[in-house]
C-alpha cells in the first residue's frame, strides 16, 4: 500500500494582498519501490526536509521522481537536493534539462499515484492523486490554503478564477484528504462539491 509521509508544512504569510512569505508544503510517496517527492520548497524549508528524510528513513537520493505542481520559487527551490531524480513538470511550464520530464496529459507514474492537470493558479499546475487507505490529492496551489476549500474560493494569485474553481472541484471528486500548497493535510467534507 502507498505510503505518505509530509516531510515540511509550508506556510503563506500575508499582509492584506501582499505575501510578506510563501513556503510550500512538500510530500514523500512510498509507492512500492519508487519514491516520490511532490514539492521540493522553499529555500528555509530545507532542513525541515532533510529532518524529516533521517525520521523516516529515506535518503534524497533514494529518491528517483519529483513532481513540482507549478514553477514557483516556493515550490522548486531545493530540487538539487535529489541529484538521481527525474523531474515531473507540466508541458506549460517545463524548464528544458535532461532531467525534467513534461507531462502532457493526466499519467499514473507509479502504483496509485497520478498526475492530474489542474491549472488556474498557473496555467501548467497540476496535482497529484494517491491512492492509499484513503485517496489523498496533493494539490499544489491548486487548493493553496484550507481556506480556499472551505470557502470554495480561487487561489487570490490565479490567471483564470474560473479555470481555477473548476479544478478546486475536480480535486475535491477524487479527494479523501487534500494536501494543499501552504498547510497540512486537511480531510475533504464529506458531501462537499461531489
Keep these: 500500500m502507498n505510503t505518505l509521509d509530509v516531510l515540511a508544512i509550508g506556510r503563506l504569510i500575508r499582509d492584506g494582498d501582499t ?4 513556503h510550500s508544503t512538500s510530500t514523500l510517496i512510498r509507492a512500492g ?3 516520490v517527492v511532490v514539492d521540493t520548497g522553499s529555500e528555509e524549508m530545507l532542513a525541515a526536509i532533510k529532518t524529516s528524510f533521517r525520521q523516516i528513513g529515506v535518503l534524497p537520493k533514494d529518491v528517483g521522481i519529483v513532481v513540482l505542481t507549478h514553477m514557483h520559487d516556493d515550490h522548486c527551490a531545493n530540487n538539487d537536493l535529489f541529484k538521481k531524480a527525474r523531474f515531473y513538470v507540466r508541458k506549460e511550464e517545463c524548464p528544458d534539462g535532461k532531467n525534467f520530464v513534461p507531462v502532457s496529459e493526466d499519467i499514473e507514474i507509479a502504483p496509485g499515484v497520478r498526475l492530474l492537470h489542474t491549472p488556474g493558479h498557473t496555467e501548467g499546475s ?3 492523486i494517491v491512492e492509499s487507505e484513503r485517496t489523498y490529492v496533493i494539490a499544489g496551489d491548486a487548493i493553496p490554503l484550507e481556506d480556499n476549500y472551505r ?3 480561487p487561489p487570490r494569485l ?3 478564477a474560473e479555470l481555477a474553481m473548476e479544478s478546486i472541484k475536480c480535486i475535491t471528486s477524487y479527494a479523501d484528504v487534500i494536501v494543499p500548497g501552504h498547510g497540512p493535510p ?4 464529506k458531501g462537499k462539491m461531489r
Design 19 to 22: 505575501i510578506i512569505e510563501a
Design 33 to 35: 519501490n519508487v519514491n
Design 126 to 128: 497540476m496535482s497529484v
Design 151 to 153: 470557502r470554495m474560493v
Design 158 to 160: 490565479n490567471y483564470d
Design 186 to 189: 486537511f480531510p475533504k467534507i
